[in-house]
Nanobody, 120 residues
Framework: VQLQASGGGLVQAGGSLRLSCVAY???????????MGWYRQAPGKERDLVAT???????NYVDSVIGRFTISRNNGKKTVYLQMNNLKPEDTAVYYC????????????WGQGTQVTVSS
């Protein structure tokens, strides 16, 4: 597995989760030289971008998660995080990480993701 996401679970609306994603098989320089993103796929829908973090640490979010989600990275651990607060039922999805590129290419194969379920 190239990308291992973890930290998902079942939580009530208003709750919090912290997701982690480790690029186990990546060498350090490869991970640190990639912009990274968190993506999510709800049942019956396409996988969508949620948040990005550049190699320099600049972040960007889709409107629906602004003020609730925070993306961060630790290059030494080859890990990207997603802190999710004030979760809503519409956040329910499988969450994945991968590199981010404006042209839609990805550095690694997609991992299995981690399931986040938010009950109302």
């Amino acid at each position: 597995v190239q990308l291992q996401a973890s930290g998902g679970g079942l939580v009530q609306a208003g709750g919090s989760l912290r997701l982690s994603c480790v690029a186990y098989q990546s060498i350090l320089s490869t991970f640190s030289s990639n912009h990274m993103g968190w993506y999510r796929q709800a049942p019956g829908k396409e996988r969508d971008l949620v948040a990005t973090i550049t190699t320099g640490g600049s972040t960007n979010y889709v409107d629906s998660v602004i003020g609730r989600f925070t993306i961060s990275r630790n290059n030494g651990k080859k890990t990207v995080y997603l802190q999710m607060n004030n979760l809503k039922p519409e956040d329910t999805a499988v969450y994945y990480c991968n590199s981010y590129s404006p042209i839609g290419t990805y550095t690694w194969d997609w991992g299995q993701g981690t399931q986040v379920t938010v009950s109302s």
